[in-house]
């Protein structure tokens, strides 16, 4: 066997570990044991996905509802913001909380860690860079 330096077998063990993990929850998924085990894997390791996800209208927001879209704005922009998209249609709320979220490293809750989580009172730009500074880490 060739000789791996740490770097190397870690990206390995990363790899390997991967191929094996399910934490895709689906609406008549009955796995609790195995989604609870991906969700202390992703806080064992820390996984951060603000860095590698951005809700989009075809990945989620064009998935989920009109109340849940709001929700996500409340979250991650303001409950002004939210306000000001209440009285869109559907396709068009969609698109413009993409544009509104795309600024913000909003997660929707199944993506978030405990890492992750929006501590409350804190603004956005305290909460942007603690997150990249903890991904950088």
């Known amino acids: 066997m060739v000789e791996l330096d740490h770097d190397s077998r870690m990206a390995l063990f990363a790899h390997c570990t991967a191929l094996t993990v399910d934490a895709v929850k689906l609406p008549f998924d009955l796995r609790p044991?195995?989604?609870a085990a991906?969700?202390?894997l992703?806080?064992?390791v820390a996984l951060d996905m603000t860095g590698y996800w951005r809700?989009?209208?075809q990945s989620y927001l064009?998935?989920?509802t009109k109340a849940g879209i709001l929700e996500a704005i409340r979250e991650g922009v303001s409950e002004e913001a939210a306000e000001c998209l209440s009285g869109m249609k559907k396709t068009e709320m969609a698109?413009?909380?993409k544009q509104l979220l795309a600024a913000t490293d909003w997660l929707p809750p199944l993506l978030r860690t405990a890492?992750?989580?929006?501590p409350t009172g804190a603004s956005d730009e305290a909460q942007g860079h603690d997150l990249r500074s903890q991904?950088?880490?």
């Open 115 to 118: 890492k992750t989580e929006y």
């Open 135 to 137: 991904a950088a880490e």
């Open 95 to 97: 698109i413009a909380a």
């Open 62 to 64: 064009g998935r989920i």
């Open 42 to 44: 992703a806080e064992t």
């Open 55 to 57: 809700p989009t209208v």
């Open 33 to 35: 044991r195995a989604l």
């Open 38 to 40: 991906a969700g202390r």
